[in-house]
């Protein structure tokens, strides 16, 4: 059995990793050591994939965006199990934004990244751990890689999510954007960072980042590094419309 399992969205890039994927299998066979292929079929099935995939591989790849990395992280995790020490996890980019691998340095061209991964490059990151209420009121628990979000970038992310990438990435992000600046509205929320006493402020948009790119290539936090054990806290206030 081969030792790379390669977990592919289909949806990624607007639909046409689906469309394109005999191509696409082709040239990465040719660059990759044998490795099996398992698709995803609905939103959460990349975090299902991996987690039954999670004793059985050395390394798991995804074929897909941040959305795909951050379901695969999910299943890898999944249950606050302890991480095997000889998985790995690679990306192949195939998303609309692309900010993970930004911070990375993977290259984005099919074949950089496929070389990239076939060198078998190790590096250790840190993991992000986010407690929450779902909307049925109880309380949830999802990791992620790159970044999270409280507010504005949320709504920005969703709308991306449901709407058509043919523009690509950074101008299906900045029409995201600005259509939310429009009419998002800044909610009261309570602040606490490293132990200190909490503050009520007027939140737009608050980024907890472990790499330092957001929202199809905004660099919102230069200075965040991935593997020193913190998180890089940017918070913006309420701001008009014209700001």
């Not at 990791?143 to 949320?154: K, R, S, T």
């Not at 929320?189 to 790499?211: E, K, R, Y």
Request: charged share 20%.
């Amino acid at each position: 059995m081969p030792d790379l399992l390669l977990i592919v969205n289909p949806h990624s890039a607007n639909g046409s990793t689906g469309r394109r994927w005999p191509a696409i299998e082709v040239k990465l066979r040719s660059l990759l050591p044998p490795f099996d292929v398992a698709f995803t079929e609905r939103v959460g099935h990349a975090t299902a994939i991996a987690c039954e995939a999670a004793g059985r591989y050395g390394c798991i790849a995804l074929v897909g965006g941040d959305g795909t990395v951050n379901e695969v992280a999910n299943g890898l995790i999944a249950d606050d199990r302890p991480l095997r020490s000889d998985l790995t996890l690679g990306v192949i980019c195939r998303g609309t934004g692309s900010d993970f691998i930004r911070t990375l340095g993977i290259p984005r061209d099919l074949e950089g990244a496929a070389e990239r991964l076939a060198m078998g490059n190790v590096r250790e990151i840190d993991i992000g751990k986010i407690r929450y209420r779902s909307p049925d009121g109880s309380e949830a628990i999802r990791y992620f890689l790159n970044e999270a979000d409280i507010g504005m970038g949320a709504v920005v992310c969703d709308r991306v999510n449901r709407s058509s990438k043919r523009l690509g990435g950074r101008l299906s992000f900045l029409r995201a954007i600005l259509t939310t600046t429009l009419t998002y509205r800044s909610h009261p929320a309570t602040l606490s960072l490293d132990g200190a006493p909490a503050q009520q402020v007027l939140l737009g948009n608050a980024w907890f980042a472990n790499g330092q790119y957001s929202g199809g290539g905004i660099r919102m936090a230069p200075r965040a590094r991935l593997d020193d054990g913190l998180l890089d806290v940017v918070c913006m206030g309420a701001m008009s419309l014209l700001q």
